[in-house]
């Protein structure tokens, strides 16, 4: 398996958050060929914990544009509505505990840069996706977890490999329906890990710290449409009504208890200038250090959108299309992961835990908690690359080299955790 072309191949064809189709479908094919035990489609989630889904007709003509771009019809047909997580299992050659690695698949809504400066772009791998583009290194995680598919493929091991290839982590979505399906409720130990974050080539991480709690919300307002000349006062303005939400979810006072983040990023209401708008929709999110304040600015929310729909005889409701807690690594495996990293060549700045300095939030948080919540360990490890441009960006990019040489650092945990 030549890990480079297919980051590649993966490269050019990004695909955002449950519409994964092309990429869950190429996963599902090596693990297969490798004698792996793969477990895809609703089998691998629970379809009703999913946060975010795309809409039918985002889902189906993804769906369309994976079978016409090569995906296997056979594997699709079990993905479709969104069920692109896939889970590999393979069992050693005798008994022993469950380690598992966890690998996110989605893109992002980034048009990529075409500037003859861009890495993929003059050596011909620029997604073909306009609109779409892997800005967050996913693509290097999804092929550094089939590389070390096939590492492991000989099962000369004493126990149980699990493998999770997640969707939809942008937006902190897909994680948390994966951990309600049960799929990581027989692990003892799970290893996650990041490409980049602002830590250079050479250097690794044992264990993260500084993730955010974070909670999105999709919150819609319901009034009644009328003519804004002749008769606004049988109207019922839920642009309004959200727009009285915004400027006091805006008004949130700073915690005591910790660093916080609140923002309103999508406001859309109204159809034209002579109508009462009758709908309206914000897309809010919360964050913070502590998990107990995220949850008091979350109530607060629902509070201000309550009485704001009040204030203006809206109906609302808020579902809820993202959700992170925060990440404990435990200090057993940010030392084992270190001990191992030190014997990969390229890895020349071994670290314990990186306080993580972008006030960024990871939904790999709900597996770690499952995880440590049944007696096993977890950890979130960070492999340094340099990059061009910051992550989200439309340059952004990876340096190749460090793909092989996070296949090998995993393979060498898993087999001293296997014996």
Known sequence: MNIIDLRRDLHQHPEIGFTEFRTASKVVEALTSLNYHVIFGKDALDGDSRRGVPPAEVLQEAYNRALQDGANPEFLQEMEGGYTAVIGILEGKTDGPTVAFRFDMDALPVTESSDPDHFPHTNGFRSKYEGNMHACAHDGHTVIGLGLAEKLADRNFAGTVKLIFQPAEEGVRGAYSIVKKGMLDDIDHLFCLHLGTDVPLGEFHGGSSGFLASTKMAAHFHGVASHAGASPEKGKNALLGAATALLNIHAIPRFSSGSTRIN????????????IPAHAKMIIETRSI?????EELEKRVRNIVAHSAAMHELDHEIEIIGQAITIRCDQELVDLAMEEARQVDGFS???????????????????????????????????????PAPHHHPKFDIQEEVLPRSVELLNLIARRILG
Not at 264 to 275: D, E, P, R, S, Y
Not at 290 to 294: F, G, I, L, S
Not at 355 to 374: H, L, T, W, Y
Request: hydrophobic content about 35%; overall charge negative; some cysteine.
């Open 264 to 275: 309103v990023g999508v406001l859309t209401g109204g159809t034209a200038a002579n109508i």
């Open 349 to 387: 700045t071994i670290k314990a835990c990186r306080e993580s300095g972008s006030a960024g939030s990871e939904d790999a948080s709900f597996m770690i908690r499952r995880v440590q919540d049944n007696g096993g360990k977890g950890t979130y490890m960070i492999i340094g690359t340099d990059i």
């Open 290 to 294: 502590a998990e107990e304040t995220n």
